[in-house]
DNA sequence: ATTAATATATGATATATGTCATATAAAGTC
DNA sequence: GACTTTATATGACATATATCATATATTAAT
């Protein structure tokens, strides 16, 4: 059993309010697992019943719409926490997560959590604060679905993937996604996804090269985008 | 200056958790205020430096986008609070918060309320639920707007609108917003919603009397907006 | 009450986006 | 390596929605 104390991943979360001890106790009931690309976290409706620390690799929260597409809310990478909100609420999950990549997690159950939070106040501010900065993303997320054309958010989407996860030393998003799920994120058709990065390979605002996105044109991108 | 101890309206919202001390010393430091319908509360970008807890009436918290419209990303009505988001976060406000209806509000400010998370755990927890409920409220949102249609939106908002703020005896919506107002809620032009408003009509789902909306057959709105 | 201003309503038209069909490319399987 | 499956790409067309114009109703102002 790998030591949470030792984690460089902690840092990147609430659970950095976390002392010695209370980490200790930690590594004495997570559970660590390995997840597979594609692989279910967890899924929509279901009890958590605890949260997920992400240690590697990126997942997709989906929430699946009545015509049957798969809407993705978000990304979320190394170092964040998972099913926070459903555990806080004690409700079943909002959202499914769903693995991009293989992935290192491991789960802290609701009891250990919930102690925390009575002990430890940095801690709950931590928690607090990510939810507030989650709400104000979904709230602009939001804005955007509603005001701004497919490919203006496909723009946005593309710039947000190289700042979020970074470009491979051929330039290419690191993170690949495919069409469908970069049409799942914006919120349109796969074909109009494939249409709106063609267009934008017209103008010269992106190179594809197979499934591979390349950023050519980071202003062009921007002006369109915001 | 009014007690914060015999405000009823507190019961509905996080404040419920604070013992009786606690109330007496928030009814020395809160600042009460009449709003005038249409008056902006507090404007995306300012800082807030407290939070206001709504005694009565209701106001809509928007976004500017960039073409120029406003975006309605929810309605709080009384026994909620507004701003918590960003004392939290100690951020400037992402959203404008205006009157839709004349309102009774008072403004607590940040030193208090901050000092009640760290004494009263019932209260920090109450508010991490308040936000996590909004979170899930906005994902909602967003994968409605991402994979419904505008009609579809328009039917759920307008059973949304029934349950959250009842009728009028002559069974209208008890909360009047403009045709522009809904727009702004389901993302779509002034126009369409007009338009759509007309199809229902014409579909006998509702009645428009003037301005004024009654829901005659809410399960033709139930089968369009889900 | 009359006028001015604003909100609601509807038509005509343009545009963006979705859908269905089909082709090609890439990836997985035996 | 040949074959099957799946992903990407593009065309043709249908549909939803936005935009602009204008009419009518409602509200505010004098």
Do not use: W
Not at 94 to 117: H, R, T, Y
Not at 197 to 222: F, H, M
Request: charged letters at 30%; a neutral charge.
């Amino acid at each position: 059993m790998s030591k949470c104390e030792q984690c460089i991943v902690r840092e990147f979360s609430s659970l950095k309010a976390l002392g010695k001890d209370e980490l200790l106790k930690m590594a004495e009931c997570k559970t660590s697992m390995q997840v597979k690309k594609g692989d279910i976290i967890f899924e929509e409706g279901e009890n958590v019943n605890g949260v997920f620390c992400v240690k590697d690799g990126v997942c997709k929260m989906t929430k699946l719409s009545q015509n049957g597409k798969d809407q993705i809310v978000k990304l979320v990478k190394k170092g964040e926490l998972l099913g926070q909100r459903s555990m806080i609420s004690d409700e079943p999950a909002n959202l499914s997560a769903v693995a991009l990549e293989d992935m290192q997690v491991c789960f802290i159950p609701k009891s250990e959590i919930m102690g925390f939070f009575n002990q430890n106040n940095n801690f709950s501010m931590n928690v607090m604060k990510t939810i507030c900065g989650d709400l104000k993303e979904a709230d602009d997320i939001l804005v955007g679905l509603a005001q701004k054309t497919v490919k203006e958010r496909l723009a946005h989407t593309l710039l947000y993937l190289e700042e979020t996860f970074g470009i491979n030393p051929d330039k290419s998003l690191k993170l690949q996604l495919s069409r469908e799920e970069i049409a799942g994120m914006i919120g349109t058709a796969t074909e109009s996804c494939i249409r709106l990065l063609s267009e934008l390979k017209k103008e010269n605002a992106i190179e594809l090269v197979g499934k591979k996105i390349i950023i050519t044109d980071r202003n062009k991108l921007l002006r369109i985008g915001n």
